[in-house]
């Protein structure tokens, strides 16, 4: 059944050899009670740990069930010492924070055998052992007879072919040590025990056979088995330890040191807690921005302007395939096209993408705005004469409105009434005052009102009414020129006149207290309804076909320019003065162009701009990509680029945030670090202080992954206990720092964890010190297991 051949071993100390065993031969009945007798250092402690596969012969042959195991791989000898070897151990070498009964199944458990199967054989092996009513014990709990019971039990529980017994009785008294016997003899009568033993009168009295053993040779032999040629299909069943086991033995192991392991897991946490109340500040910062953005910043539009930001070509200016830099050494010129490489991009608006714009969801948008080129003839009466509005003294702009809709419900969205109603007709016009309730004096007094009165009743503002002109009416020809019709002092006829549009302030708005930015500016304001109306009569007036037929202004005589339209986006908005004054400063601008002056006198309905107004920040997204989608497969100079400006200020905003939200993570995970060394240490001192419980569970079969995973659950359990308790300890100390910023910043609910940014900090906690934990766990795995089982 065993053979051992020419087996030889030595240890090596520095340049001196110690020859332990010495090409012994020995075989080994399958049932047999062989003592090993011997002074110390002769070699039998030797035997028994290769015989047991703990220590491997350096020559020779180890043959089991004649099979050998001189190729045997670290994988089988785990196998074999689990499935074929139990020991029987001098110190009884039991697990002290594991029950007897545990200490007794775990040679089972690392075979796999089921629950339920391994407790009812421990219990089995514990009553033939005479332990039935001390199996809930702990081995410290049990006097040393019943601790070598225990072993021996342990060592019976996997029925293994081979008992090897080291001094089984050398710790206990003469009528335990004869108990003992008894109970190795009674266990020898089916399976093959080894003992080795100093003492030669047990040997003789208990043993069916005597090995002496001299300076590494078997010096004589009292019953020697002739060898025989064995053959046998000798099968291993592989061993393994499932990471719930591991779990369940460093659990039991931590339970031991619940101060330690408390104190280890808080000072762990730390860092976690940092993190953590970074995150949740960061978190609760986040949302009362973005409920601050979405208020103040949900009734910025998505601007569609003439030009735009090309964000694309922005960057420094290039020289042919050089690029340039600022304040060159080189004293040379560069001449250069500044229509190239420009950040600038010319949006053509046409009536395609303006009807595009009319598919956009009405359920998305609060309003749209339209700007046009155009100067519509306004007239305002003091009572005693009519004149132009001073269109440079007050504002005047179109007010966002639903499409096909003279609804003003963007302005019954983020404006207060005041006085009067919202406007529903075309012709109705609202007055906007600032967050005091004011007009500028130049505007007061541009309404023909008193500008050098304290204050006026809005009731009074209510009902002030403005003329509208068209273009035939306004204008009359004076030989190949057009003028205005009436003295520039005195409009009253054209005022009063039968076709001049009345135009009625009908209500006094103010923007709401709650919205701190406010998209239109004090004074008056129209719907887009009204300047198409001008703009469909001014296309078919007298003085837009003759524009159109003429290359110079009709209204000043001065050539105009073939170029690019040149009127600003605020002129257009607010009617420029020099479309007031008949074009006369035309002079002191730049050159107006065809396009220019026909755009001011209504001859196209394009608008130079277009403003959507999303009704939240969601829907936002939804017609940004409404928008993106008409760009597609477009070339870039037939895009049409908008600005949306609430998203770079949100960008920004948040920019700003996540990078101080980065340092003080960087800051704060410094403490990450020194968790993790004190966890390597922790580990560490852990090894140490179960050196012998990793020469049990070797001896036992345990692989040396299991050593490591064993030590890994260990760190798993510190882990997990320091990301609970840092994400605990941080919903805490959110309640003291919100009542802190409360009272400093009055704002609510600042602190908020949210429970993803939890549970990535309790993972990371676990990664970190079971990463701490790794190099100490292999260090135990590579630990000599006869190394291992002599240490105290």
């Known amino acids: 059944m065993l053979q051992l051949k020419n087996i030889t071993k030595s240890y090596k100390t520095g340049e001196f050899t110690q020859v332990a065993l010495d090409k012994v031969n020995l075989n080994f009945r399958e049932s047999e009670f062989v003592a090993i007798l011997g002074q110390s250092g002769s070699g039998k402690t030797t035997l028994l740990n290769i015989v047991g596969g703990l220590d491997q012969y350096d020559s020779g042959e180890l043959i089991i069930n004649g099979q050998s195991t001189e190729r045997f791989k670290d994988s089988e000898w785990d196998a074999y010492r689990n ?92 009528e335990t040590s004869e108990q003992i016997m008894e109970l190795i003899k009674t266990i020898a009568e089916d399976k093959l025990v080894i003992m080795v033993t100093h003492n030669p009168e047990l040997a003789e009295s208990y043993a069916d056979r005597v090995i002496r053993f001299k300076d590494g040779h078997s010096i004589s032999d009292s019953n020697p088995l002739p060898t025989q040629k064995a053959s046998s299909a000798y099968k291993l069943k592989q061993t393994s330890m499932s990471f719930f086991t591991a779990l369940k033995l460093s659990g039991k192991n ?16 730390i860092g976690i807690i940092g993190i953590a109340l970074i995150l949740s500040l960061s978190n609760g910062f986040d949302k009362q921005i973005s409920s601050y953005e979405t208020g103040a910043l949900s009734n910025f539009p998505i601007s569609i302007n003439q030009t735009a930001i090309n964000l694309q070509n922005a960057g420094p200016p290039g020289q042919g395939s050089t690029e340039l830099t600022s304040y060159p050494t080189e004293k040379k010129l560069y001449p250069y096209d500044p229509t190239v490489n420009s950040a600038m991009h010319t949006n053509v608006l046409t009536p395609e993408y303006i009807e595009y714009l009319d598919g956009i969801d009405p359920k998305l948008i609060d309003g749209v705005s339209y700007t046009r080129t155009v100067n519509m003839n306004w ?19 179109p007010y966002p409105s639903k ?7 963007y302005l019954e969205q983020y404006y207060d009434l005041l006085e009067g109603s919202f406007p529903t007709e075309k012709t109705d016009l609202v007055l906007i005052v600032d967050e005091y309730n004011r007009l500028t004096d130049a505007a007061v007094d541009a309404l023909g009102l008193d500008y050098e009165a304290e204050s006026i009743n809005l009731s009074d503002l209510v009902g002030t009414q ?27 006829a054209l005022y009063n006149s039968p076709n001049a549009v009345t135009l009625n302030i009908v209500g006094v708005l103010r923007g709401q207290e709650g919205s701190s930015i406010s998209t239109l500016s004090p004074g008056i304001v129209y719907s887009d309804e009204l300047a198409a109306t ?6 078919k007036s007298e003085i837009v076909l003759a524009q159109e037929a003429s290359d110079i202004n009709v209204l000043t005589g001065q050539a105009l320019s073939d170029g690019v339209a040149g009127m600003s986006s605020s002129g257009a908005m607010g009617g420029s003065p020099l479309m007031n004054a008949g ?8 050159p107006l162009t065809k396009a220019d002056a026909l755009a001011a006198l209504g001859a196209t309905d394009i608008p130079s701009a277009v403003s959507l107004y999303p009704i939240d ?47 003080l993570i960087a800051f704060a995970a410094i403490s990450l670090v020194v968790s993790l060394i004190m966890i390597a240490i922790i580990t560490y001192i852990s090894v140490m202080e179960r050196t012998k419980e990793i020469g049990v569970l070797r001896a036992l079969g345990a692989r040396k992954k299991d050593i490591t995973r064993v030590f890994n659950a260990e760190t798993f359990i510190i882990g997990a206990c320091s990301g609970i308790l840092g994400i605990g300890i941080t919903y805490l100390l959110t309640i003291p720092v919100n009542a802190v910023l409360y009272n400093l910043t009055e704002l609510k609910n600042v602190a908020q964890l949210n429970p993803l940014h939890a549970l990535i900090l309790g993972v990371i906690s676990v990664l970190l010190t079971m990463l701490g934990g790794a190099i100490p766990a292999k260090m135990a795995a590579k630990k000599d297991p006869v190394a291992a089982l002599r240490s105290e």
Not at 256 to 266: H, I, P, Y
Not at 642 to 647: Q, R, S, V
Request: hydrophobic share 40%; charged share 20%; proline share 1%.
């Open 403 to 409: 499409q096909g809709s003279a609804s003003g419900s």
């Open 583 to 590: 074009m006369a400063a035309a002079s002191s601008m730049a």
């Open 534 to 539: 001008f703009i469909a009569d001014a296309q």
């Open 254 to 269: 931590i339970a031991t040191k619940k101060w330690r392991t408390g104190l280890t897991a808080f000072a762990s946490s």
């Open 466 to 492: 403005l003329k509208l002109v068209m273009n035939n009416d306004y204008y009359k020809k004076n030989g190949e020129q057009f003028v205005v019709n009436g003295t520039a002092a005195d409009l009253t």
């Open 83 to 174: 499935n074929s070897v139990g020991f029987i151990f001098q110190s009884y070498n039991l697990i002290s924070h594991l029950s007897i009964t545990d200490n007794v199944e775990m040679g089972m458990t690392l075979s796999g055998v089921a629950s339920a199967e391994k407790h009812r054989k421990a219990l089995e092996v514990l009553e033939k052992v005479g332990l039935k009513d001390h199996v809930h014990k702990k081995p410290n709990q049990l006097s040393g007879g019943q601790m070598q019971r225990v072993a021996i039990a342990r060592a019976l529980a996997n029925n293994p072919d081979i008992i090897l017994a080291d001094e089984p009785t050398g710790a206990l008294d003469t």
């Open 379 to 397: 007239l305002v009466s003091d009572g005693d004469k009519a004149t132009t509005l001073d269109k440079s003294n007050i504002t005047v702009a």
């Open 617 to 663: 920040f969601s829907a936002k997204e939804s017609v940004t990509a409404y928008l993106d989608k008409w760009n597609e497969g477009k070339a870039a100079e037939d895009q049409v680029q908008y600005t949306d400006l609430a998203a770079i200020v949100t960008n920004i905003s948040g920019g700003i945030m996540d990078g101080i939200t980065m340092v």
